[in-house]
């Protein structure tokens, strides 16, 4: 029995879709895509990578980073 399962990244993209392999060594997996939806959140279901959007940061790292416009909602 081994609990040896790295703990779960969180990648920052630019758009609302990301594919996701694993990025290949141990934990590769199968090509998916994964639409980060509303949230701009997603998890993938075979490596429990987190992917978040940019404009998500910005909660983080507020003092940092300032969004150059802002976003109209409902916008697709
Ligand atoms: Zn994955």
Do not use: W
Request: proline share 11%; aromatic share 6%.
């Amino acid at each position: 029995m081994s609990d040896t399962v790295p703990p779960p990244e969180v990648i920052y993209v630019e758009g609302h879709k990301v594919a996701c392999n694993g990025g290949g060594g141990p934990l590769g997996h199968p090509l998916v895509y994964l639409e980060l939806g509303e949230e701009g959140v997603a998890e993938c279901g075979y490596c429990d990578r987190k992917f978040v959007h940019q404009d998500r940061m910005s909660d983080e790292h507020a003092h940092d980073y300032e969004s150059p416009a802002p976003r109209p909602e409902g916008g697709h």
